[in-house]
């Protein structure tokens, strides 16, 4: 077993499966920069390490990830740019050869919900709530999401899931074909293994080539979504609606649009 602790990322494959653990709960696993940068780098190692056959994702028990790091968002609004770490993480989710399971205990908020779109297996547990209010932070989608959610969920739920920007439950995303199984909350990690181990036993060259073929089609399309929304994104992030949107979330107050309209 070899363990890593990338600040706020830990990584350890046993297994055959490399885990990519999310951890920083007092900040509900909000990730900054530097954890972009760090599940970048640990999905490269995961790519390039043979002893590695599958990747997976996940927070802690009371929480998955509440999504970009807000106060790193006002800080560091380049952050959207195309070669910012977080770029870095979602161009190595989206081709990661191998496949990659995520298993969400808790808030899947944001970016935790759209980068379960790349995932290849995802399992929740029964009380994990998902978002995406990209709109109520007066942003607008990314990670390919304005493509993948509607090709997954149909045209007139991704418009409802992407305007409305409201929490939804495991259920509701089972039943939307968002995720794969929902078990019990304190079950959670020993299904995800489970399902990790059994792919990583499957004969290697058979896995790869099944998750490419059924990849490699949409693959230049995300990209190009990718881009797109991030030069919108970017936008976003640059205006006052949404220095107003993310210093109200840090403030704990509702936000003021009134200025604006
Ligand atoms: N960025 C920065 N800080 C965050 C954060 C984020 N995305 N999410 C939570 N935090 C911080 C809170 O500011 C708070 O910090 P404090 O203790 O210094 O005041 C701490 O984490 C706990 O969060 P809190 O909201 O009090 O916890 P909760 O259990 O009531 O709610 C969530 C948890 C995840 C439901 C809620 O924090 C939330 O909705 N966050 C999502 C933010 C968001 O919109 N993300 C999408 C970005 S695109």
Redesign the pocket.
């Known amino acids: 077993m070899n363990t890593h602790d990338m600040s706020h990322i830990v990584t350890e494959v046993a297994d055959g499966v490399q885990r990519i653990e999310i951890r920083r709960p007092?900040?509900?696993n909000?990730l900054t920069q530097a954890m972009y940068a760090g599940m970048a780098k640990a999905l490269a190692e995961a790519e390039r390490d043979r002893a590695v056959r599958v990747i997976l994702i996940h927070g802690q028990p009371q929480?998955f990830t509440?999504?970009?790091?807000?106060?790193d968002f006002l800080q560091h609004p380049e952050a959207a740019t195309e070669d910012a770490p977080v770029f870095q993480f979602l161009r190595n989710l989206m081709y990661a050869k191998k496949p990659v399971l995520a298993a969400v205990t808790g808030?899947a908020?944001?970016?935790g919900t759209t980068l379960l779109l790349h995932c290849d297996y995802v399992i929740a547990g029964q009380g994990a709530?998902f978002a995406m209010?990209?709109v109520?932070?007066a942003?607008c989608p990314e990670a390919g999401s304005s493509l993948l959610l509607p090709l997954l969920v149909g045209q007139k739920r991704a418009s409802e899931l992407l305007l409305f920007g409201d929490k939804f439950s495991a259920e509701e995303a089972l039943s939307m074909g968002l995720i794969n199984s929902v078990v019990a909350d304190v079950d959670v990690g020993t299904h995800a293994m489970a399902k990790a181990r059994t792919l990583a036993q499957k004969p290697r060259a058979a896995l790869l080539a099944t998750k490419s073929l059924l990849k490699a089609k949409l693959v230049p399309q995300i990209e190009k979504a990718m881009i797109e929304e991030a030069h919108e994104f970017g936008d976003r992030l640059a205006s006052a609606e949404s220095k107003e949107a993310l210093t109200a979330?840090?403030e704990?107050r509702r936000p003021d649009y009134s200025r604006f309209q």
């Open positions: 007092e900040k509900k909000a929480i509440s999504g970009n790091d807000i106060a808030a908020i944001g970016i709530e209010p990209f109520n932070l942003l979330f840090l704990k």
